[in-house]
């Protein structure tokens, strides 16, 4: 019983730890039934009185009205409700602690003049007076006040047919729900476990404690946000709600997005960008809100199985054999650096390596080595000016500002030099008035006659103090880094773009600005038209293995076991099977043996494993989620406590021969 208790245990977290990443999610309804107005009145306790739209402009008709709104407000604070202007965050800690009322525009009014008393007074006498009362999430309820004087505020005595129980939090108007059984920490520890993706993550808003965590379906392939803290109206969630379901788009890591507002509204019209540890949320609106990541931090020991978050930024060419500029800041560790755009050809790809930084002027030269890449044809058209430009004097600039917002083609943008200095004086700046976004860093500024005077930082320094103020570096600094080059590229001696206008200068110079990518995933790979290869040749069988991720708990068939996900590809075996096989190991090396075989899952030499034929349907064939379930059952019992064991995965052809193999995993069991 005791050996029993563990396991079970060990699979409810396990299982915990995959709800999201492999599709369960639980919707749990809100209040679906409409409670009578007492009951509801007592789970709220603000009360937002609004305006009603009357058919008249009569000025004693807006009076008569006042005198009603006004006896309601003292009627409504009687029975124990603040009465606030508007349910604003600040005012209104829960939306769902707000009852809306107005007060119906078709009532009746005449002027009375009263019976008792002297001096005789007049008054307002009212006839059919209703009151409208709304839930934030649709409830409606009307009720009949009927008639009221004003004489001896005898209205608000007519409202006393509104009625509330006492104050009872467990009468408010529920919320629905997609929960999951995700936490911070139980996410943190399945992200240390299964390793963690580019873009997979816990995010912070930028101006709150608003906090989500980024995790992939990995069945799916589709990503979640799922909720921490910090909802304005934070009793309505619950840590572990779904915020927000992403879907991809043309355009890599940039995402149409299904959000959950405050409300529990799902809005189809939402967009999310993901870019070097900053994810931007573009509502309906097109208004932006920022998250920034926070974990893992540099510092966590969490397995990246991706390569880091890919970055943009543009750079312009200073020579013909495949020399270019960019800022310091876009290429400034990373592990890949491609270009594109190249005579504005998005469908071609270029690696290119650093040649030299200059990071204190935010300046990087490099150059393409790409085997594929072959030198321009024509000239470059502009010449790099060292003389200082005017104040005043006019400037262009062009790049790929905001990819993931308007899309993969050159903007260009133009202004003046508003300063020969720039952030705090700094001199090795120009100040320029032409916009300026994110995207644009490295690009070239232009003055009129088509000569690179400076590179444009956006982005470089901490300049939101002064947003719609954009920089750049002098190209005197830039000359001063080439100069320093132990080979020079040939620079153009000659600007061929001088005296023309500025259509025909940016239809020259956009052949020479290309967009540079850093930490690019999935680069695709050059198609060859001249391939007359036929795909049913006896070429030797490849196979590559890209990612391999663990699963400690899945389910087939109503059987527990465990998963072992694996992506790879293979080459030259169309219309002949292959396997993917996974073998399993002690903590030492040592084949897992059983003293007995065990139908499919051991191999002839009675080792644990487990594997799966595949039949590829063309000669060149990616398998991006390709699953390998193996029961519990399957394991021996090593005795009683956690054993940590090994396996790896390997692709086989159909001559039974390996191709591939993976490094080694590890996992861990209890009995």
């Known amino acids: 019983m005791k050996n029993i ?42 009360a937002v009185i609004q305006e009603p739209t009357l058919q008249t402009d009569d000025i004693e008709t807006k009076k008569a009205l006042s005198v009603l709104q006004s006896s309601l407000e003292a009627h409504l604070k009687s029975i124990g409700l603040y009465v606030v202007e508007e349910a604003d965050e600040d005012l209104v800690p829960d939306w769902n602690d707000v009852v809306f009322v107005m007060i119906d525009p078709n009532f009746t009014w005449r002027f009375a003049q009263s019976e008792t008393g002297y001096p005789y007074s007049w008054h307002y ?79 912070e808003h930028q101006a709150s404690d608003h906090r989500v965590a980024l995790i992939k379906n990995k069945n799916q392939g589709v990503y979640f946000l799922i909720y921490l803290t910090g909802a304005s109206n934070p009793r309505d969630w619950a840590e572990g709600e779904v915020q927000a379901t992403l879907i991809e788009t043309a ?35 097109r208004e932006n809100e920022i998250y920034i990541k926070m974990y893992p931090a540099v510092s966590d020991n969490v397995h990246r199985s991706d390569m880091p978050p890919m970055g943009v930024g543009t750079g312009f060419f200073i020579s013909r054999n495949g020399f270019f500029v960019t800022n310091n800041h876009v290429i400034e ?67 790929y500002p905001m990819i993931f917002y308007t899309g993969i083609e050159p903007k260009v943008t133009s202004g003046i030099i508003s ?44 300049y939101e103090d002064v947003a719609q103020v954009g920089y750049a570096v002098k190209t005197n600094y830039l000359m001063s880094l080439i100069e320093s080059l132990p080979y020079k590229p040939a620079l153009l001696q000659e600007n061929m773009l001088t005296g023309q206008d500025l259509p025909s200068q940016i239809a020259q110079i956009s052949d020479f600005i290309c967009l540079v990518i850093v930490n690019m995933i999935d680069v695709p790979e050059p198609t060859d038209s001249t391939d007359t290869t036929d795909s049913t040749s006896t070429q030797t069988p490849l196979g590559t293995i890209e990612n391999v991720w663990f699963e400690p708990v899945a389910t087939k068939n109503g059987v527990q076991g465990m998963g072992i996900h694996v992506k ?63 029961p519990y059952s399957a394991f021996p019992c090593l005795g009683e406590g956690t054993f940590n064991l090994k396996f790896q995965v390997g692709i086989i052809d159909h001559n039974l021969k390996e191709m591939a193999a993976s490094s080694f995993g590890t996992f861990t069991m209890s009995w």
């Open 5 to 46: 208790f563990k396991i079970i245990v060990l699979c409810i977290v396990c299982l915990s730890f995959g709800i999201v990443a492999h599709g369960q999610i639980t919707y749990i309804p809100g209040t679906t039934v409409k409670p009578g107005l007492e009951a509801f009145l007592s789970g709220v306790r603000y």
């Open 125 to 203: 006498r009212f006839n059919n007076i209703r009151c409208f009362f709304y839930s934030i999430i649709g409830f409606e309820w009307i009720v009949s006040v009927g008639a009221a004087d004003s004489y001896n505020n005898s209205v608000q005595s007519a409202f006393k047919v509104i009625k509330r129980y006492p104050y009872n939090s467990a009468a408010r108007v529920v919320l629905p729900k997609q929960q999951t059984v995700w936490s911070e920490s139980r996410l943190k520890t399945y992200f240390q476990t299964n390793g963690i993706d580019a873009i997979e993550g816990i995010y």
């Open 251 to 285: 355009t890599p890591f940039f995402y149409k997005a299904t959000w959950i507002t405050p409300l529990k509204k799902e809005n189809q019209y939402y967009f999310v960008s993901l870019e070097q540890g900053r994810l931007t949320v573009i509502d309906d609106q």
């Open 333 to 399: 560790d990373a592990e890949t650096i491609i270009v594109t755009g190249l005579y504005q050809d998005f469908d071609s790809f270029y690696e290119a390596r650093v040649v030299t930084t200059d990071p204190k002027n935010d300046l990087a030269v490099l150059q393409i080595i790409d085997p594929d890449f072959e030198p321009f044809p024509t000239p470059i058209p502009y010449t790099l000016k060292s003389s200082l430009a005017e104040v005043g004097e006019n400037c262009f600039t062009i790049g």
């Open 419 to 462: 300063a020969r200095t720039g952030y705090m004086g700094d001199v090795s700046l120009y100040q320029i008035s032409a916009s300026i976004q994110r995207g644009n860093s490295g690009g070239p500024l232009f003055d009129k006659n088509g000569n690179v005077i400076g590179v444009v930082n956006s982005g470089y320094r901490n």
């Open 568 to 630: 790879f590809s293979v080459n030259g075996m169309k219309n002949k099977q292959g396997q993917c096989a996974a073998w399993f190991y002690y903590e030492n090396g040592n084949p897992l043996i059983l003293a007995a075989p065990n139908g499919a899952y051991t191999t002839a030499d009675n080792q644990v494993a487990v594997n799966e034929s595949f039949l590829p349907n063309s000669d060149a064939v990616s398998f991006d989620d390709f699953v390998l379930f193996i």
